[in-house]
């Protein structure tokens, strides 16, 4: 045992960070996959084997794409396995392990560092130890404060099991992860203004990160002086993509025009903040959804959430880093700024190479999923950019996916949680070549 866990250290040791997340990611989805595939994981009938897997890698990536019922089909074991791994997924694997040894010998290696530092993208004289405690207690406590806020919503409500409810619903909120234990998602609690609130503010937290928040409350407590660059800019544009897609979907979506106004603006408000989140819950039905808002959702999906934080997507700063190069372009600037600040050429470089990689695993998920399956085309670009953005919002069809479908969006969900440019590196990363220290190296 201590040979074989040695020659694992020996063979880590010589890879780089990106690839050493890479297996790790894999090896926590085959674990949570065998888990899954025991008896004791299931409520009623046997879950078949790929179905299993989709739901741990799903979890493990915090999408929430499920071919089955989670609250159905899986016992309280098989939940509680499904939170687990989604909390892994939520804070990363390496940040949940290195506090573990952390909280045993006081220290973590220099190996540890290093990939944390390149998970994180977080300067090269960054205490890690005061660092990984800092996010783990940031989790909990605003886990903790969410469950207990949710329980006394769903008490109110009259929900089955409140306590378990508010647990997992807080995690699988803050980790952006779209999981429910009810069939129709949040649907039953469109009109509670509480559930939606509190979801909501779950959902951004985890999707700006702890280094933004950090900086928000040091800066709002004059502890700094100012908000960084790039804290500002993720913000910012959180803000107004909200504010501008909660417009949208309320003046142009049929099916919630019947409503109340306050009812009508809820549910707009919510299901643009689940899809730029990439938390992927949903008060409304998908299904009922024109093609005009479909393909709004999409758009948020692709732009997603911001770097260090728990949601996926192509995230909001190498989407304002596109803006800064289109503006820049049109003015005929040689040099890209953005708020009167010039964005360092490799930022620029990563960010474009970042979404030609993300276009590309698009165009190959489509075309993949058009081949297998026999849905209209939205439903399955719907499918591939909610499953390659870690949302786990579906026009209906996952379930119904055939064998070789749900293997394309398995992966398309793992790519995702790595970030595009990230899997590809490393796939392609030669021995000795230096790449960014993280995909995360596109924030501004």
């Known amino acids: 045992m201590k040979k074989s866990l040695s020659g694992i250290l020996a063979f880590t040791a010589g890879l780089a ?6 297996l790790g990611y894999l090896a926590y989805a085959v674990i949570g996959w065998i888990l899954l595939c025991l008896p004791f994981a299931h409520a009623g009938g046997a879950v078949s084997a790929l179905d299993n897997l989709f739901i741990s890698v799903s979890a493990l990536s915090t999408t929430g794409l499920a071919p089955v019922s989670t609250g159905g089909a899986y016992s309280f074991l098989g939940q509680l396995i499904i939170l687990v791994l989604i909390q892994i997924g939520g804070i990363g694997y390496m940040t949940f392990g290195s506090f573990v040894v952390l909280s045993h010998s006081g220290s973590i290696s220099e190996r540890r560092k290093e990939i944390t530092k390149s998970v994180f993208s977080l300067p090269a004289d960054t205490h890690i130890e005061h660092f990984l405690r800092s996010v783990i207690l940031f989790t909990a406590a605003v886990e903790f404060l969410g469950a207990v806020a949710l329980y006394f919503a769903f008490t109110s409500a009259g929900t089955p099991s409140p306590l378990w409810s508010a647990v997992f619903h807080s995690v699988s909120a803050f980790c952006t992860a779209g999981f429910s234990l009810y069939d129709d998602s949040m649907a039953a609690f469109r009109s509670n203004v509480s559930v939606n609130a509190i979801v909501a503010c779950l959902s951004y937290l985890g999707a700006i990160g702890f280094i933004v928040a950090l900086d928000a409350w040091r800066t709002v407590t004059r502890r700094s002086p100012r908000m960084t660059l790039t804290s500002k800019v993720i913000l910012v544009s959180t803000l107004w993509l909200s504010v501008l897609g909660t417009l949208l979907f309320l ?13 009508r603006l809820l549910a707009s408000g919510f299901q643009v903040m689940t899809a730029l989140t990439t938390v992927g819950f949903n008060t409304i039905p998908i299904t009922d959804l024109s093609q005009a808002s479909l393909f709004l959702i ?5 732009i997603g959430a911001s770097p260090s934080g728990t949601g996926g997507g192509l995230k909001t700063t190498t989407f304002t880093a596109v803006i800064g190069v289109v503006r820049s372009a049109i003015k005929g600037l040689d040099r890209v700024y953005y708020w009167g600040r010039e964005i360092p050429p490799q930022r620029v470089w990563v960010a474009l190479a970042s979404l030609g990689f993300y276009l590309f695993f698009v165009i190959v998920g489509c075309y993949a999923l058009s081949l297998t399956e026999s849905f209209p085309f939205e439903a399955l670009m719907f499918e591939v950019a909610s499953g390659l953005g870690t949302v786990g919002l579906s026009t209906g069809i996952t379930a119904s996916l055939s064998p070789l479908g749900k293997l ?6 793992f790519v995702g949680r790595l970030g595009p440019l990230a899997f590809g590196m490393s796939l392609f990363l030669r021995p000795g070549e230096a790449p960014p220290r993280t995909v995360e190296d596109l924030a501004v």
């Open 251 to 263: 003046l142009g979506e049929p099916s919630v025009r019947g409503l109340p106004l306050d009812e």
């Open 298 to 302: 999409i758009l948020l999906m692709v």
């Open 17 to 22: 960070p990106v690839r050493v997340v890479a």
């Open 408 to 413: 394309v969006v398995t992966l398309l969900m």
